[in-house]
């Protein structure tokens, strides 16, 4: 009788951005007592083709990818999903039994199962959305809510050049605001996101003004600490859905975990908080 091999999986990082994902890995392998591993890998940009051709030798499964490397591993991969080559990325590698590297990206699924489990009742189709942002984050979010069937999308960014390239690439369902007018684009919009930085730890707030919010509205923050953040607290105030950074990155990882290991994890309190407080370090 022989053992059969224990999975490892990881993530790609570079070095001076390192990833807290590991810890809610940690916790679903234990929780399920799965014998496997997840171990975050320090790659440099030039050795990057090198570590993904041996590291199935070394017995992986799969990896994931930080935002440095997301790109670049697409012209390392065998097959590429359409929804990674729609986002120009991939979060996910699976590496196959025949041989094949699997490139996908599960962060725009990620981002529309936390705004389904957080409420319920959104219809996407409702109303205009906003997004604050243009940067790849909000370039997932849009194509995510243009799947889905949201009408229109306007966003505003600190450097309109770069919105304008996302509505030249998406199509007329985008509308560009400038950024000093960025409040505007919230009057009457049923679903807003922040796809920016803004008012994460360390960073400068969120300043556009929020007096604009419906009750009704659904709104998502993709900062992931702090948990609440002003955007957040704005919503609740104004009795608006909150949707917090948090459950994105829970959903995203979820598939993935399914897929090395063999077993859906559960998405439930335990594992929002082990990531919450990783994240907040």
Same mark, same amino acid.
């Given at each position: ?25 940690? =916790?679903?392998?234990?929780? /399920? ?10 790659? /440099?940009?030039? +050795? ?27 012209? =390392?991969?065998?097959?590429?999903? &359409?929804?990674?080559?729609?986002? +120009? ?8 039994? &025949?041989?094949?590297? =699997?490139? &996908? ?12 489990? $957080? ?5 996407? /189709? ?41 509505? $030249? ?5 985008? $509308?560009?605001?400038?950024?000093? /007018? ?27 003004p929020l007096d604009a919010l419906q009750a009704g509205?659904?709104?998502s923050d993709l900062v ?38 063999? +077993? ?18």
């Amino acid at each position: 009788m022989t053992n059969s091999p224990i999975p490892l999986a990881g993530i790609l990082q570079s070095p001076d951005q390192p990833s807290p994902i590991t810890a809610l890995y940690d =916790h679903w392998l234990t929780v /399920k007592a799965i014998p496997g591993r997840y171990v975050p890998l320090t790659v /440099k940009p030039e +050795s990057l083709g090198e570590v993904i051709q041996v590291l199935p030798k070394a017995g992986f499964v799969g990896l994931n990818v930080s935002p440095p490397f997301q790109k670049m591993v697409l012209d =390392h991969a065998d097959i590429i999903t &359409d929804r990674a080559a729609l986002m +120009s990325g991939a979060n996910t590698i699976i590496f196959r039994r &025949d041989g094949k590297i =699997h490139a &996908d990206n599960t962060d725009g699924y990620g981002f529309i199962e936390n705004i389904r489990q $957080s409420a319920p009742g959104w219809n996407p /189709k409702s109303g205009p959305a906003a997004i604050i942002g243009a940067g790849r984050a909000a370039r997932e979010v849009v194509a995510a809510l243009l799947e889905v069937g949201v009408e229109q999308i306007r966003i505003a960014n600190r450097t309109r050049p770069r919105a304008e390239a996302l509505r $030249s690439e998406f199509g007329g369902r985008l $509308s560009v605001t400038d950024w000093m /007018k960025a409040g505007n684009i919230l009057e009457g919009a049923t679903t807003i996101v922040n796809a920016t930085p803004l008012g994460s730890l360390g960073k400068p707030e969120l300043r556009v003004p929020l007096d604009a919010l419906q009750a009704g509205a659904v709104v998502s923050d993709l900062v992931v600490a702090p948990a609440e953040t002003r955007l957040l607290r704005a919503a609740i105030d104004a009795g608006c859905y909150p949707v917090d950074g948090v459950g994105m990155i829970l959903y995203q990882a979820a598939p993935a975990f399914e897929r090395w290991y063999g +077993s859906r994890p559960e998405v439930d309190a335990q594992a929002r908080e082990v990531t919450s407080a990783a994240f907040a370090r």
